[in-house]
């Protein structure tokens, strides 16, 4: 989890090959209007958020053998809605320094842009007890740091 353009979606494809288990792109779940109020530059409110999250939720209950979803989830009460009657989930806080992010979401082709970086800061509740990863280094090494840390708490 984290703001877009942190790599979560890179991450967690990484970490998904990595322990053999299903990816699941949490962007894919948004509803074409939400989607559309995104590209135009315009942050989600929690009526945007709260079907999506539900539908996520529905997909994470429909895999019992796991997955690792890629989703921003802010707020904690946004991980509430998502994790609601989930057992055995591992959070993964992806952070870095604005500026870098602010880099790459200008490089990017994604869902989106940098104007949104802002609000979406300014919305992040950072998760208690989560694996916190900061993403400057290669990807292969911040899917390393994500392995050693899950490893090391038994996961």
Do not use: Y
């Amino acid at each position: 989890m984290g703001v877009s353009g942190v790599g979560k979606s890179t991450i967690a494809r990484g970490l998904a090959e990595r322990l053999g288990l299903p990816f699941l792109e949490g962007d894919d779940f948004h509803s074409p209007e939400a989607r559309a109020k995104t590209a135009r530059g315009e942050a989600m409110t929690d009526e945007d958020r709260w079907p999506w999250l539900d539908r996520l939720n529905a997909e994470l209950r429909s895999r019992p053998g796991g997955a690792v979803l890629a989703c921003s989830a802010l707020g904690q009460r946004h991980r509430e809605r998502l994790l609601q009657g989930l057992d055995g989930v591992r959070l993964v806080h992806l952070t870095g320094d604005p500026a870098l992010i602010r880099r790459r979401m200008a490089d990017r082709k994604g869902p989106a842009g940098p104007e949104l970086l802002d609000s979406q800061l300014a919305t992040l509740e950072p998760p208690a007890g989560a694996i916190t990863v900061d993403v400057a280094p290669p990807v292969d090494e911040v899917v390393g740091h994500v392995l050693d840390a899950l490893d090391r708490e038994g996961g």
